[in-house]
């Protein structure tokens, strides 16, 4: 007697359950997938974080000669040359070793222990000659902890006295750097006549400037050309080495973003 081959019962049920988990299973693959490929997101906290991590690192990764440009332009207003005013440019003499905060030779006493007070790092210097090397120009930037720091710090300078902001009292001031054979080679302390400050970023920046003959500290206020010829050149100085060391930071990038977290 033959006999009959019967055919496989099928399931269409169960066949449907297989298509619907496997295509679950890879929606969920492309879920995780695009789950790994999406940029990471930082919290606002977080990329404030990063831009001052990036700011304080500056003056690291900045090199010395760019961070005290050779030639810096400053400019003369009108009520000093007329008509419209008149472009110069200042010329760095030399750059000073770097030196710690609390070195008097490279702060005043005073100054030493304020900036030490507050977290300063390091103390970078340079000096320049202004157009005419008549006057002499000191810089120096104060490496603090943080920009609240460099903000208390330069505050405090500019209104312990009844000072115009910006500048500072004699005895709260950035030490010459005396560059020898040059037209700073007499600039000493006691030629300062008039010194600035200003914040950027976690930076202090300061700025003193005298005369290149190595005459004494005078008023100079009495004398509204000098006065204005000096304030001019120290401003220029100081504002040119602060720009690149305050400059906002780029948006923070996540790791294998293209673009902006």
Known sequence: MQRVKRGRK????????FVV???A???GAGYLISGQLKPRTFTHAQQRKIEAWE???????????RLFPQIVGYRLG???VGNKGLKLR??????APQAPCTKVDGASTALAALLSKDGCQTMLRATYADATSSLVVTVGIGVLKDQASASAVAHYLTH????AQGWVSHSLVLQPFQVAETAAAAFGPGQRQLSWVTA???YVVMATVGYADGRPHEPVNSDSYIYLEMTSVVRGIAAAVAAPLGAPPAAPHCPGAFSAC
């Not at 200042?90 to 750059?95: E, K, V």
């Open 10 to 17: 099928r399931h269409p049920l169960r066949a449907l359950a």
């Open 21 to 23: 988990l496997g295509l």
């Open 25 to 27: 299973g890879i929606v």
């Open 55 to 65: 700011v304080a690192k500056r003056w690291r990764v900045i090199p010395k000669t």
């Open 78 to 80: 009108p009520a000093v």
């Open 90 to 95: 200042a010329s760095r003499l030399a750059i």
């Open 160 to 163: 312990q006295q009844a000072t």
């Open 200 to 202: 950027a970023g976690s």
